[in-house]
């Protein structure tokens, strides 16, 4: 394989199995053998510096775009080489639209994480790293970074709708990242998986057309569809397999290291 340099990875629901903190046997042997064999290696997820866990210290993974791509963390240097935050102003405005509309909502920084009394911390997703999560209320007194809003709903659509008439009329700089079935994401705008894996192709003079990505979701399919070789798993959404150019097996199954095995990638 000499065509693809990059292979991304996103984590929930490609790596891991929702719900589950430590990758299995065969996807560390994956890690190491894509590395042995020279390629970089990149998890791009919804994940932040604070949720992400164990996963950044895999010595076999060379950078981490989070927070659905408003950051670009190198994790040999600890250096932050991208980042496209929420500015201050806009995220007061839409603090008073969240208080207004009763919006269970949480956002990253670069601090901590933070939280409003709606919002349900003990969900299996945040319970693991819930001391690394802050009231929203102490935000202004850290001087803090604001990468990306969480809003919880049962109706992600309608409040997409919702949010974006008000970010248009109100003149901010947010938009909705992504939608799932559990709510939806916010971040400054133009930001996606897909843009922000452009400015690391071009950090590492590569093409996109040089990266392969596994995911799973819909905040996967810009992505999926940019790169040279985009794989949806067979646990995905059928939006997310019908952007992909091929499908591996779940990620229960270990879907990327026998695709990547499949294809050459190592033996």
């Known amino acids: 394989m000499t065509k693809y340099k990059v292979i991304v990875f996103d984590v929930d629901g490609t790596l891991l199995p929702f719900g589950v903190q430590d ?5 560390v042997e994956m890690f190491e053998k ?28 060379d950078y981490f775009v ?21 500015k201050y102003d806009d995220f007061k405005k839409f603090h008073q639209f969240a208080i ?7 956002f990253v920084g670069d601090k901590w994480g933070y939280y409003n009394e709606l919002f349900n911390i003990d969900h299996w997703f ?51 990242l992504a939608e799932w079935n559990g709510g939806v994401f916010i971040s400054a705008k133009g930001i996606t998986k897909a843009t922000s894996l452009e400015t ?8 996109m057309e040089e990266m392969v990505a596994f995911g799973d979701a819909e905040n996967d399919i810009e992505m999926l569809k940019s790169v040279g070789l985009g794989i949806a798993m067979g646990n995905g959404e059928d939006v997310t397999k019908n952007a992909a ?22 033996y």
């Open 100 to 106: 207004k509309n009763k919006l269970p909502f949480s």
């Open 34 to 61: 894509l590395k042995a064999n020279g390629y970089i290696n990149v998890l791009c997820s919804g994940r932040d510096i604070f949720t992400i866990g164990k996963q950044i210290d895999n010595p076999y993974v």
């Open 126 to 176: 945040y319970k693991p790293f819930k001391k690394n999560f802050i009231s929203v209320d102490e935000f202004e007194k850290q001087n803090d970074k604001n990468y990306l809003i969480t809003i919880s709903t049962k109706e992600p659509h309608e409040l997409a709708l919702k949010l974006t008439d008000f970010f248009i009329r109100e003149k901010l700089d947010l938009w909705v």
């Open 245 to 266: 150019k091929e499908i591996c097996l779940p990620v229960t199954e270990d879907g990327p290291y026998f695709k990547l095995r499949e294809k050459g990638f190592y």
């Open 66 to 86: 989070g927070a659905n791509g408003t950051f670009i963390l190198d994790l040999k240097t600890k250096e932050y080489v991208f980042e496209k935050t929420i």
């Open 200 to 207: 690391l192709a071009k950090l590492l003079n590569c093409s």
């Open 23 to 27: 990758l299995s046997p065969r996807m």
